[in-house]
């Protein structure tokens, strides 16, 4: 990738763009389970969404062997897909980047508030 696609951010179009046509080779089922998986896993990313690229592609993967091996999407991912995406990023270095702001921001106020005593 060159300095212009990382500007950009082209370079991960392209690669939705690629696991889009691989998804859409799945069953309706498999599409609706990657629709959901993507506006759950959205807001774990960075500012550019570059670091979901992996965990997209791992989880186009998944559901293509899981459609070849004939398995259902519940067996797969549960009955409850928010919470296998949550899952995945329980660690506790992995935030939402609401959590990331929101420590910001706490951080500042404390900052502010130690220079007024």
């Known amino acids: 990738m060159n300095f212009i696609e990382r500007v950009t951010g082209s370079d991960i179009t392209k690669a939705m763009k690629n696991l889009s046509v691989r998804i859409q080779n799945l069953s309706p089922a498999y599409q609706d389970a990657w629709d959901e998986m993507q506006s759950c896993l959205y807001t774990y990313g960075d500012f550019t969404g570059r670091n979901l690229l992996p965990v997209f ?30 899952s995945l990023f329980s660690g506790e ?14 951080q500042n106020v404390e900052r502010r508030l130690g220079r007024l005593k």
């Open 57 to 86: 592609e791992n989880l186009a993967e998944l559901l293509e062997i899981a459609s070849a091996e004939n398995q259902s999407v519940e067996e797969i991912l549960g009955s409850d897909i928010k919470s296998f995406c949550s």
């Open 93 to 106: 270095e992995m935030k939402t980047y609401r959590d990331k702001w929101r420590r910001q921001l706490n």
